[in-house]
């Protein structure tokens, strides 16, 4: 992001992006408990900001962990029994309510549910010499989160060790023999990674807003 702040504490109308990714949840109708896993040396600040903007949506704070994974892993560890978690990246704060909602009622039916988007640019695919080949796109989609799973088999999916290739817990949970659930996300739940996207997540929220 080019910019010291970290890219979750950045304002997008007039607030911090994470702000408004908890309220989405918060508004669910479920009324799902929230944890928010954040590096402790971010605690403070996060506690400044939300008395700043007077932010009391309830959640709890637990320290994020060296990659997603361990950041995962010790939000799992303060979920009591069983139950239905959705895991959600901070810097996706456009997520609709109703790709909240049906995330957590196909993973109440059908044990998991993953959310994603079908690619509208052309793709190919590079093989380990440089060589590039047209793949059809219909084949493939772009995953976003929520991810959500029943609380049981998530965890004992996360008791194995970490590996590079964990980029998700879909892809955690696949490797523990589970068949991923695909929904269709919505467009506008961009995940702010770059300066542009803020800018983007800017004016599609005004417009929502309007």
């Not at 408004?20 to 479920?30: G, K, Q, R, S, T």
């Not at 380990?128 to 799973?149: C, H, M, N, W, Y």
């Not at 008791?159 to 996300?185: C, K, P, Q, Y």
């Not at 990674?193 to 599609?204: C, F, G, M, R, W």
Request: aromatic share 8%; net charge negative; hydrophobic share 40%.
């Amino acid at each position: 992001m080019n910019n010291s702040i970290p890219k979750q504490f950045l304002l997008l109308a007039d607030r911090p992006v994470m702000m408004h990714a908890i309220e989405v949840f918060y508004n669910c109708p479920l009324q799902p408990k929230i944890v928010v896993v954040l590096g402790r040396e971010l605690q403070v600040q996060w506690a400044e900001l939300c008395s700043q903007y007077n932010f009391t949506f309830p959640h709890l704070l637990v320290d994020s962990g060296v990659q997603r994974f361990h950041s995962v892993k010790n939000g799992l560890s303060t979920i009591d029994g069983d139950g239905i978690v959705a895991i959600h990246d901070a810097a996706r704060p456009l997520v609709s309510q109703e790709v909240v909602l049906r995330s957590y009622e196909i993973a109440e039916k059908l044990g998991n549910c993953v959310t994603g988007i079908s690619p509208v640019d052309s793709i190919r695919f590079i093989d380990g010499e440089g060589i590039s080949k047209a793949v059809e796109r219909a084949d493939f989609r772009l995953i976003q989160t929520p991810q959500t799973f029943q609380v049981n088999e998530l965890r004992k999916a996360y008791e194995v060790e970490f590996r590079n290739e964990f980029t998700d817990d879909a892809s955690v949970m696949e490797s523990f023999g589970t068949h991923i659930n695909l929904i269709e996300g919505n467009r506008e739940n961009i995940k702010i990674t770059y300066p542009l996207d803020l800018e983007i997540a800017s004016v599609l929220i005004k417009k929502k807003r309007a």
